[in-house]
């Protein structure tokens, strides 16, 4: 029995042993301990790299193609002879967009063009005026002269039929002198006195004369003073209305104003139109920009300047553009709407509001991957960036 004992014992030991050695590990627990370090690794990485590459970047999806576009308005009011450009249609500077029809603006042009010809010949005629008033005015100086001269024969003659009345009247009473003779002295007498009043008469008229010659002379000179064909006021009103009538006849053709694409064209040939109507527009696509409506929450890191990454639906994630922050608009969205909010109520909620943010485009990439206005834009502004 002491003999069996210990054989027992080793038994149990040996049974015991094996099966202490060979007791396998849980694999759902070692499952369970890769998929949390994995986990872990990959917080760890997510991490990393988002500080290194997405901290400090604030992202929008509420953003949308604009461009400054320009409204294309006849100058002058017609009708339409003929439209060149078709709706969606690509046009340079300058290029021709509509032709009104010019024949009253032709005929106004030959009526400023005769207009200024007759202005010109009046300052030559008025030229010409000053010599003729001036040869008058010396012509009015010798008619002085010759009146004056009348005067004094008249003034002799007076004094001549004076003295002969006078001594005819001495002899009347001694019988020498007829009544017939002493008659005939008083009629030379009064005849001579008429002509020396006529000729004193003759030399004020002159006198007169020559002083209203001396008026047309001031007057022909003040008309061509100081100027010459090129500045006199009539000439130069004339060649004005001449401009005038050419700047017209030149608006008869509407021009692109700038490079772009035609957009809501609203003409049509035999059209009237008036001054001012708008026929079409033309967007500037070269010279596109964003305007990106970023959370209020978003703006505290938010400078002019920094760079902006921006994807859109139109060519993919694959193109992406980049532009800078060029300025922060003035007021929300919902501060110019139509009808503004009114927050002063009982049951107000505090609604997260929008600001937009201009971004502009590189001219290259808008170059090669053309955008269209309206179109909407996902935009990544990296405040890092200060």
Known sequence: MADATPTQSMRADEVMAPSVDAAPANP???????????????????GVWY???QMGREYTDNAYVGADSAQVTPLISGAVADVRVSGAQAVKKGDILVTLDDADAKIDVATAQAALLQAQQH???????VGSAAAKFDARAADI???RARL?????GYVRAQVDLSRREALVASGAVSKEELSSAQAAFAAAKADRELAQAGVATAAATRTSARSDVNASEALVRGTTLATSPDVAAARARLDEAELDLSRTIVR??????????QVQIGQRLAAGTPIMTIVPISAAYVDANFKESQFKNVRIGQPVELTSDYYGSGVVFHGRVTGLAGGTGAAF???PAQNATGNWIKVVQRLPVRVALDPAELRQHPLRVGLSMDATIDTRSK
Not at 123 to 129: D, I, K, P, R
Not at 152 to 156: G, H, N, S
Not at 256 to 265: E, F, L
């Open 145 to 147: 002269a010759q009146a």
């Open 256 to 265: 692109a104003p700038v490079d772009g694409i035609v957009a809501n064209r």
């Open 337 to 339: 709407s139509l009808i």
């Open 123 to 129: 300052f030559v005629q008025s030229q010409a005026l």
């Open 51 to 53: 500080l290194l590459t």
């Open 28 to 46: 759902r627990s070692q499952r369970l301990t890769i998929l949390a370090a994995v986990i872990v690794i990959a917080a760890l990485g997510w």
């Open 152 to 156: 004094a024969q008249a003034q002799a």
